[in-house]
Every structure is written in structure tokens, then in C-alpha cells.
């Protein structure tokens, strides 16, 4: 005799599956929930990395801006000092030059020539004076020339003295000549190491 199965099994079944599809829904939401809260940490967790690395990197700026501008303060203040050294070297400079000037001058003076007035503009002297005649003249120029301090002379005029104060001297004369540039401390040491050198 067959046997009849007479109980709802197909609504058991049915049912079964559904409560194994709805199982496997909220695993699937309870893991895709847990994926996306993971994710969003890393992503914060990544983000405040990188806001610490800005504020370091930004930290790390605004220090070396600061060096910068001290190397600029820095700079400046070398540059002003430079500058001033250099005034002082060029006046002290200036004032053995005036003295070696001064003492030169009154050894290219020749016989029959004598210096009135001098003018000096930067290393530009202006000499003027009376001769005895154009060859003292002549020979004034020559004696210049042979002297080391003294460059290019150059004759601006020679003409006779409408009244001369001395009837010796009967010509009034002026002659430009330029002053040889004073060696820098530096060059002068470097040429006395190479003398000393040399007479080694």
C-alpha cells in the first residue's frame, strides 16, 4: 500500500528558505555595515595622518622662512660692513696718498716753475702755476711722466701772464694729471709674500 505524505511540506520548505535568504541578507548587511565603518576608519585615520604631515610640512615652512630671513638680515649687515671697510681702507688709503701726494709734488717741481694753486677731484689733480718759459714748462710735464704716482699729465695751457707777479716767471700754466690708484692691503701683502718668495 503507498504511503501518502499528507503534511504542508513544500510550506515548511518554503518557509525554510526564506528564513535562510533573510539570514543570509542580514549577515550580509551586518558585514557590508562592518566593511564600510573599516573603510571610513582608514580613511579617517588616513586623513588625520596627512593633517599632521600638513602641519608639520607647514611648521617646517614657517622655520626655514625664518632662517631666510635672518640669512637675509644676515646678508645685509656683511654688505654694510663690507661698506664700511671699504671707506675706511679708501680713507686711510687716501690720507698716506695725500702725504705721498704732497711730498712727490715738491720733488717733480723743476728749477723755474712755481705750483700757485692745486685742486684735487677724486684722484684727479688740477695743478696750475707761472714758468720761466715754455721749456720749464715742458720739462714740469716730463718730470710728471717719470714719476710713478702720477699718470697721463696732460697740458691744459701755457700762456703768458698778463701781469705777472713775478717778472722771472712771466707765463701762467695749468696741467691736469691723474693720481695712480692706491694697491688694496690685500694685493700689497700678496706682492711682499711673492718678494719675500723671491728672495728666498
Sequence with gaps: MAK???LPWREELRQERQRQFAMSAL???????AIV????????????????????????????QR??????????????????????????ASRSL?????DQLAKTVPMGITLNAMSQQGMNLRLSGT????????AYLQSLTDNELFL???LTYVRAASEPEN?????????????RTPASEQEQAGFDEFETGGSQ
Excluded at 549577515?27 to 555595515?33: E, K, P, R
Excluded at 580613511?43 to 622655520?63: G, H, K, L, P, Y
Design 4 to 6: 501518502i505524505n499528507l
Design 27 to 33: 549577515l550580509t548587511a551586518i558585514v557590508g555595515v
Design 37 to 64: 565603518f573599516l573603510v571610513s576608519m582608514g580613511f579617517d585615520r588616513a586623513q588625520n595622518q596627512q593633517n599632521m604631515r600638513n602641519q608639520t610640512i607647514q611648521q617646517e615652512i614657517a622655520r626655514l
Design 67 to 92: 632662517q631666510i630671513r635672518r640669512i637675509a638680515e644676515l646678508e645685509e649687515t656683511r654688505a654694510r660692513l663690507l661698506s664700511r671697510k671699504a671707506i675706511i681702507e679708501d680713507l686711510q
Design 98 to 102: 695725500t702725504v705721498e701726494m704732497l
Design 131 to 138: 714758468a720761466q718759459s715754455n721749456a720749464r714748462v715742458s
Design 152 to 154: 697721463n699729465p696732460d
Design 167 to 179: 717778472p722771472q716767471e712771466p707765463f701762467d700754466f695749468s696741467v691736469g694729471v691723474t693720481l
